[in-house]
C-alpha cells in the first residue's frame, strides 16, 4: 500500500512539472522572446529613396539599420562598391588587435619620409621629412583627418595590406578587402587579382560597412572595452559633409571617404529614435567638384534624415 501511494504521488508531481513547463513554454513572455520579428520599414521609405536616387547624376548603393529595434533597408546594399578612406576602418580595426595582442605597442615609432609622403587628404604631406610620431598619432590622424600619409605609414607598420584582409575574413566579412597603399605599392593578394582592379584602393559593400560599425558599437570586436575606444575615435572625425550634416549637434561617430567621382559615408547616429547605422556610396558622378556643396554631400545628408524617419522607433 505504501508503494502504492508512493508512485501516484510521484506521478502526480511529475505532471505538475509538465503542465507549469509547458505553460512557460506557451506564455506570451516567451513566445515574443524568441518570434518577435524586427519592424518593417514603412512602404513609403523605398519610395522616398528610390525618387531621390533617380534624381542623383551617378550611382547611389546604401545600407541601414537602427540597432535597437532591427529595423533594416537596403538599396543595392550588398553590390561591391569602392570605398576610398572607409576602408580606413578595418585598418584601424587591425592596428587595435594588434596592440591588443601585444603585437604592436602605441609608443612604436614611425619616421615620416619623402617617399611616405602622400598627396590627399591629411597635413603631414606639409611636414618636414625624418618627423618621428608615435603608432598611436599616425591612427589617431588616419581616422581624425583621414591622413592618407599616415594611412600608409599604419600599414607598413602592420605589415601590410594582407593583415587587414585576414582580420576582416576572421570577422566573417567576405567583401571588406584592402587592394595596397595609397598611391600603390604593397599590393595584397586580393589586389593582385584582375576582377579587384575596378576598386582601386578598397572594396567593400555597405551591407558589411553596417555590418563592421554594428560589431563596434556592440563591443564584439577585440572586446567592449577596445570597441568602445574606436567607436569615441570615429566621434572626432574633423570631416561632416555627408551624413546627418544638419543634425551637427547629434552624437555620431562616422568615417567619409572621396574620390573624383565618389563620396562614401559610414556612420552611427545616437538619436533619440535609435541608434541609426547608416553606409552610404555615391559614384560615377559625372564631374569633379571638391566643394562641400558636391551633389552627393547634399543626397547623403537628405537620406540619413529620412532613415531616422523611416527606422526610427
Given at each position: 500500500m505504501k508503494k502504492a501511494f508512493l508512485c501516484i504521488a510521484l506521478m502526480l508531481t511529475l505532471g505538475c512539472i509538465c503542465v507549469q513547463a509547458q505553460s512557460q513554454a506557451n506564455s506570451p513572455t516567451a513566445t515574443q522572446t524568441q518570434t518577435t520579428p524586427a519592424p518593417k520599414p514603412p512602404a513609403w521609405l523605398d519610395r522616398r529613396v528610390r525618387d531621390e536616387a533617380a534624381k542623383f547624376e551617378g550611382t547611389v548603393n546604401l545600407y541601414a539599420k537602427n540597432l535597437d529595434t532591427g529595423a533594416e533597408y537596403s538599396f543595392g546594399g550588398d553590390e561591391r562598391v569602392r570605398t576610398a578612406s572607409t576602408i580606413k576602418i578595418a585598418i584601424m580595426i587591425e592596428a587595435f588587435a594588434r596592440v591588443t595582442e601585444g603585437k604592436a605597442k602605441w609608443t612604436d615609432d614611425l619616421v615620416l619620409t619623402k617617399e611616405k609622403k602622400i598627396n590627399g587628404s591629411g597635413i603631414l604631406q606639409e611636414f618636414t621629412e625624418g618627423l618621428h610620431l608615435t603608432f598611436r598619432d599616425a591612427v589617431t590622424l588616419m581616422m581624425v583627418m583621414s591622413d592618407n600619409s599616415a594611412t600608409n605609414l599604419v600599414i607598413d607598420?602592420?605589415?601590410?595590406?594582407?593583415?587587414?584582409?585576414?582580420?576582416m575574413q576572421s570577422l566573417g566579412l567576405t567583401d571588406t578587402r584592402l587592394m595596397r597603399k595609397i598611391g600603390g605599392g604593397g599590393d595584397s593578394l586580393e589586389g593582385k587579382k584582375?576582377?579587384?582592379?575596378?576598386?582601386?584602393?578598397?572594396r567593400t559593400s555597405p551591407h558589411e560597412m553596417v555590418s563592421l560599425v554594428e560589431k563596434l558599437e556592440r563591443g564584439e570586436i577585440i572586446s567592449p572595452a577596445v570597441s568602445k575606444e574606436m567607436i569615441e575615435l570615429m566621434k572626432r572625425e574633423q570631416t561632416q559633409d555627408g551624413i546627418w550634416r544638419e543634425l551637427w549637434r547629434m552624437p555620431r561617430a562616422t568615417k567619409s571617404g572621396a574620390l573624383d567621382a565618389l563620396r562614401s559615408n559610414v556612420g552611427i547616429i545616437y538619436h533619440p529614435r535609435g541608434r541609426?547605422?547608416?553606409a552610404i556610396t555615391c559614384d560615377d558622378m559625372p564631374e569633379p567638384n571638391w566643394t562641400a556643396d558636391n551633389p552627393a554631400f547634399h543626397?547623403?545628408?537628405r537620406l540619413s534624415e529620412i532613415f531616422i524617419d523611416g527606422l526610427g522607433k
Amino acid at each position: 500500500m505504501k508503494k502504492a501511494f508512493l508512485c501516484i504521488a510521484l506521478m502526480l508531481t511529475l505532471g505538475c512539472i509538465c503542465v507549469q513547463a509547458q505553460s512557460q513554454a506557451n506564455s506570451p513572455t516567451a513566445t515574443q522572446t524568441q518570434t518577435t520579428p524586427a519592424p518593417k520599414p514603412p512602404a513609403w521609405l523605398d519610395r522616398r529613396v528610390r525618387d531621390e536616387a533617380a534624381k542623383f547624376e551617378g550611382t547611389v548603393n546604401l545600407y541601414a539599420k537602427n540597432l535597437d529595434t532591427g529595423a533594416e533597408y537596403s538599396f543595392g546594399g550588398d553590390e561591391r562598391v569602392r570605398t576610398a578612406s572607409t576602408i580606413k576602418i578595418a585598418i584601424m580595426i587591425e592596428a587595435f588587435a594588434r596592440v591588443t595582442e601585444g603585437k604592436a605597442k602605441w609608443t612604436d615609432d614611425l619616421v615620416l619620409t619623402k617617399e611616405k609622403k602622400i598627396n590627399g587628404s591629411g597635413i603631414l604631406q606639409e611636414f618636414t621629412e625624418g618627423l618621428h610620431l608615435t603608432f598611436r598619432d599616425a591612427v589617431t590622424l588616419m581616422m581624425v583627418m583621414s591622413d592618407n600619409s599616415a594611412t600608409n605609414l599604419v600599414i607598413d607598420a602592420l605589415g601590410g595590406a594582407d593583415a587587414v584582409n585576414t582580420r576582416m575574413q576572421s570577422l566573417g566579412l567576405t567583401d571588406t578587402r584592402l587592394m595596397r597603399k595609397i598611391g600603390g605599392g604593397g599590393d595584397s593578394l586580393e589586389g593582385k587579382k584582375e576582377e579587384n582592379k575596378r576598386f582601386g584602393w578598397g572594396r567593400t559593400s555597405p551591407h558589411e560597412m553596417v555590418s563592421l560599425v554594428e560589431k563596434l558599437e556592440r563591443g564584439e570586436i577585440i572586446s567592449p572595452a577596445v570597441s568602445k575606444e574606436m567607436i569615441e575615435l570615429m566621434k572626432r572625425e574633423q570631416t561632416q559633409d555627408g551624413i546627418w550634416r544638419e543634425l551637427w549637434r547629434m552624437p555620431r561617430a562616422t568615417k567619409s571617404g572621396a574620390l573624383d567621382a565618389l563620396r562614401s559615408n559610414v556612420g552611427i547616429i545616437y538619436h533619440p529614435r535609435g541608434r541609426i547605422a547608416l553606409a552610404i556610396t555615391c559614384d560615377d558622378m559625372p564631374e569633379p567638384n571638391w566643394t562641400a556643396d558636391n551633389p552627393a554631400f547634399h543626397l547623403m545628408s537628405r537620406l540619413s534624415e529620412i532613415f531616422i524617419d523611416g527606422l526610427g522607433k
